[in-house]
């Protein structure tokens, strides 16, 4: 008896960690710097709610959870973004400017929504309102680490 009951936990809590994935991420890429500074830096939002930030050594820090009603809104919109290719303006470019991406997970599969690479912006047009939330989220787990 006792062997089942640890097995039934054991399954309860593996479903309960699979339960659980990524919805939207954004990511820094820091090139040309001291070498304490770089690496990637990025902050995630999971499906239960949690805002997570991973600095560039990969300590993880819960900054914030978002409510069941957020995460339904923020769900419902991934689910219905219509993808199709980024869109901005080519020029000039910088070497040393650090890089980044913006990434929504529609249906488990990463999709790319923003770039900014050497100075260069290009996003998904349907995709406003998620880099919107998205970069918000950033600036504040960036702030409150």
């Not at 309102?129 to 600036?139: E, H, P, R």
């Amino acid at each position: 008896m006792k062997s089942i009951i640890t097995m039934v936990l054991m399954l309860v809590s593996i479903n309960s960690m699979a339960a659980t994935s990524v919805l939207l991420k954004s990511r820094l890429f820091i090139g040309f710097a001291p070498v304490e500074y770089q690496g990637v830096y990025s902050t995630s939002i999971l499906s239960n709610g949690v805002v997570e930030y991973e600095d560039n050594k990969g300590k993880i820090t819960k900054v914030m959870t978002l409510s069941k009603e957020a995460v339904k809104i923020l769900t419902n919109r991934i689910n219905n973004l219509k993808i199709s290719e980024l869109q901005g303006e080519d020029g000039a470019q910088c070497m040393d400017a650090p890089g980044s991406e913006n990434s929504a997970f529609v249906h488990g599969t990463e999709v790319k929504i923003k770039t900014v690479i050497g100075c260069i912006e290009k996003s998904m047009p349907d995709a406003l309102s998620l880099n919107s939330i998205l970069d918000a989220a950033d600036t504040l787990a960036r702030t409150l680490k």
